[in-house]
């Protein structure tokens, strides 16, 4: 049972949101010495979905001026209220055409791109309002059919196709893992989509850019880092459980 004396303290303030951040990024660098990497390669991202406004700004504060959301409404009506800041944003969830006009006038980032389409329709906008967008082209490396994202094996062909919109800034692939407790099952899918980006960095250089890998969350970010993420896309251990019912 939850009481005030043994709830989690879920951070609120500037200085609470500073030291969550911490220790993340204590929990970052240690994953990276694990095997080697520079913790300064990897970049988090919060994700701020169902947060308000209010916690935004002292997390904005506290130095996360990067956010993420995966609905694009959301989003749009944060950016909004959120102007007078400079905060950078990232849309990571998936997108329907009729939101593309928004996404190209508000979000600086798209994690989930796994349609033509809307690459297409997104590269048209931002070129009505002279804005480029960085993408992440989503993969579904778990195989869990209620994901979205590509097959492993359309990515080299959408790659290509994706060439012609000059709008978008590929910087690399996202996928999500599975959902398990099963530490084998998440590795394997994240190191699924590194041997997918390290291939086509050899035979295709020319199509995956910088190549960098979107992946892991709250529960397996850890991991994810270990099999070689770039960008991890952290919420409930940075803000807390989400309260859906305050909407
Ligand atoms: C919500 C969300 C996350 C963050 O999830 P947590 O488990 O709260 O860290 C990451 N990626 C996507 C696409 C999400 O929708």
New binding site residues.
């Given amino acids: 049972m939850s009481t005030p004396e043994n709830a989690p303290v879920v951070a609120t303030t500037e200085i609470e949101f500073h030291k969550a951040l911490d220790e993340v990024r204590e929990r970052i660098a240690f994953a990276a010495e694990r095997v080697g990497r520079d913790p300064q390669e990897i970049r988090l991202l919060p994700?701020s979905?169902t947060v308000p406004e209010e916690r935004l700004r002292a997390a904005y504060a506290a130095g996360m001026i990067q956010l993420?959301e995966?609905k694009v409404q959301e989003a749009e009506s944060k950016a909004e209220a959120m102007a007078d800041l400079n905060v950078h944003w990232a849309v990571?969830?998936p997108l329907q055409s009729n939101k593309t006009r928004a996404v190209a006038q508000f979000a600086d980032e798209f994690?989930?791109l796994d349609r033509i389409r809307i690459a297409s329709r997104l590269d048209a906008h931002l070129k009505e309002y002279n804005r480029t967008l960085d993408v992440y082209v989503q993969v579904n490396a778990s195989g869990e059919d209620t994901k979205s994202g590509l097959e492993p094996r359309q990515v080299e062909d959408f790659l290509e196709q994706l060439q012609e919109f000059d709008a978008l800034n590929l910087r690399g692939l996202?996928t999500?893992a599975f959902h398990t407790d099963d530490e084998t099952v998440v590795r394997e899918n994240f190191s699924m989509l590194r041997d997918l980006r390290d291939d086509l960095r050899e035979r295709r250089p020319e199509l995956i850019g910088e190549g960098g890998l979107s992946m892991g969350?709250?529960?397996d970010?850890e991991i994810a880092i270990e099999e070689g993420a770039t960008v991890i896309?952290?919420?409930?251990?940075?803000?807390g459980a989400?309260d859906y019912s305050a909407k």
């Fill in positions: 994700v979905k993420a995966n990571i969830g994690q989930a996202m999500m969350m709250s529960n970010y896309r952290v919420g409930t251990a940075i803000f989400r």
